[in-house]
């Protein structure tokens, strides 16, 4: 389920906010960022919840290995991959999109294996994300001028 676009601060208890910066931010740092609701409902095969893509990033990391982030210093979670026509692409989630938040939990300073716990979690059915991509920042400085 594809939501409505909004602003999110992680660094101050992730508040919503009128006002967008750009992507890049400073670990431990505020940051303001256009957002994505997605709600990815998992795909049931036999004792398997299937959520569709895969992640890459972290903190324990190496950002240089991103092929999404712009100046090689991004430790943030990235969607690496996503199933043509399983939940995920259903949701509307994107190849490239950096994932803010897992179902209310910070995403921007955790590890990889963190990242990859929160949203296989087995008793959880849906997983609320709030993603963030670089359309999304530019639809909403376009519409600003």
Same mark, same amino acid.
């Given at each position: 389920m594809k939501g409505p676009l909004s602003y999110l601060q992680p660094g101050r208890n992730t508040k919503v906010?009128?006002?967008s910066e750009t992507m890049s931010f400073i670990p431990g740092q505020p940051v303001t960022a256009v957002v994505q609701r997605i709600e990815i409902r998992k795909l049931r095969q036999g004792e398997?919840?299937?959520?569709?893509f895969s992640i890459g990033g972290g903190i324990d990391q190496d950002p240089g290995q991103n092929p999404f982030s712009e100046d090689k210093s991004d430790k943030g979670i990235y969607?690496?991959?996503?199933?043509p026509?399983?939940? *995920?692409?259903? *949701?509307g989630l994107m190849m490239g999109d950096k994932v803010m938040q897992v179902n209310g939990w910070?995403?921007?300073m955790v590890t990889h294996d963190q990242a990859r716990k929160r949203l296989t979690k087995k008793n959880e059915d849906v997983v609320r994300l709030?993603?963030?991509?670089?359309?999304?920042?530019? *639809?909403?400085?376009?519409?600003m001028m």
């Open positions: 906010s009128d006002q398997h919840l299937i959520l569709g969607v690496t991959r996503v199933t026509e399983g939940p *995920a692409e259903v *949701a910070d995403m921007t709030l993603v963030t991509r670089k359309s999304l920042e530019q *639809a909403v400085k376009h519409s």
